[in-house]
């Protein structure tokens, strides 16, 4: 994904049509070329909803232009793929993996274990077993059916709580309250066995924000990571959320000090949902982009000094499919503007630092 200057002024890269697109069922047209990474570039994704990739011609095009990875948005996660204890349905994720495949474009896998977006009956997992059972069930499927297909996973998502609470910090859930920490421990050990060639990720959230609460995080993560690995438990990444709120500091060393403390682990680090929270910025569109394309910018540059991630994703790809509105609708009504191309799918300034920082030498 190199753009030529050119495309970055103009935003011409938005606007070319690719050549895929003919057929039925477009989504999983195979006519376009496999994106080609120059030697050491980092490969660069999004997150993706299926019904747009099915509807939406221009977003489509979008991410077979840009995207050498997709992630489902939401339709591998619990809510979406179980609907019973005994039943899944992965008609929604196949969307997106088909597309994928298709086109040769590498999926992720996100997620396997979360404290949200659960369907109704799991309320009523109880027992130590019965969410033992459940949690390896539900792994051992979704794994499996995509063993060799999805070969990096969000095990576990977001295992730290927002605020101090017990000794290891640890973000209550039916599965902490049934299972304590070893969920942890069971649902890795769990997804190694099904697919021993996957590459096996916990992803966290606000890991990057300045505050005493922040840094008690940082510090709590990084031991949860320590009795993993003094474990032996398999575990090959961690993934940085990064969805970077405007009206929140960063606190570059604390932030550093926790990227130096997973890379002595041997762990690699992915970027996983960057999307900036743009609710406090000014209005006007130019002064945004370049103030969101700055905070992206500044963030990338920390953690580059200490570590170059193997992936970087943002949490969609255009402006004009974001779940930011949803929880940070801005006051005075103008649209949210936090993904790299705008809801027109013109390249903005953001997309160039990314460009920027995946095509960096090593
Ligand atoms: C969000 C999706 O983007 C929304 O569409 C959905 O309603 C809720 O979940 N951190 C995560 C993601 O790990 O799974 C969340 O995705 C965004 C925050």
């Not at 190199?2 to 690719?18: D, H, K, Q």
């Not at 027992?127 to 060799?148: C, D, K, M, P, W």
């Not at 095990?155 to 709580?161: D, F, L, M, R, T």
Request: aromatic share 8%.
């Amino acid at each position: 994904m190199t753009l030529s200057r050119r495309e970055i002024l103009t935003g011409a890269a938005g606007t070319a049509v690719g050549l895929a697109g003919i057929g039925a069922h477009p989504a999983v047209g195979s006519d376009a070329p496999q994106k080609k990474l120059a030697k050491n570039q980092i490969p660069f994704g999004a997150a993706v909803r299926g019904e747009p990739l099915l509807l939406d011609d221009a977003y489509r095009r979008a991410l077979l232009k840009y995207c050498s990875i997709v992630v489902p948005e939401g339709a591998l996660k619990w809510i979406e793929t179980r609907p019973t204890p005994d039943r899944f349905d992965f008609a929604k994720a196949d969307v997106i993996i088909d597309f994928a495949k298709a086109n040769g474009i590498e999926p992720r896998g996100h997620t396997l274990v979360w404290y949200e977006a659960l369907p109704p009956w799991t309320k009523q997992i109880s027992s130590t077993g019965n969410a033992e059972r459940a949690l390896r069930f539900h792994i051992e499927q979704l794994v499996g059916r995509y063993r060799g297909v999805i070969r990096s996973w969000d095990v576990i998502n977001e295992p730290i709580a927002e605020d101090e609470i017990g000794t290891e910090n640890l973000r209550p859930s039916v599965w902490t309250s049934t299972l304590g920490e070893r969920y942890i421990e069971i649902a890795l050990r769990t997804a190694a066995a099904t697919d021993p060639d996957a590459q096996l990720v916990i992803n966290e959230n606000d890991l990057a924000v300045s505050g005493a609460k922040y840094e008690t995080r940082r510090v709590a993560f990084l031991q949860l990571l320590r009795r993993l690995k003094d474990k032996d438990v398999p575990l090959h990444a961690v993934g940085i959320q990064g969805h970077l709120r405007s009206d929140w500091q960063q606190d570059r060393d604390g932030f550093q000090r926790l990227l130096e403390g997973i890379k002595r682990l041997n762990l690699d680090i992915l970027i996983t949902e960057m999307d900036v929270i743009d609710q406090s910025l000014p209005g006007p569109e130019t002064v945004r982009d370049i103030l969101v394309a700055k905070l992206v910018y500044d963030f990338l540059q920390t953690v580059f000094e200490v570590i170059r991630p193997k992936s970087i994703l943002t949490w969609g790809i255009s402006d004009r499919y974001t779940w930011v509105p949803l929880w940070f609708k801005r006051e005075d009504q103008l649209a949210n503007r936090p993904l790299p191309l705008d809801d027109q799918m013109r390249p903005k300034p953001l997309l160039a630092v990314i460009d920027h920082f995946c095509t960096s030498p090593i």
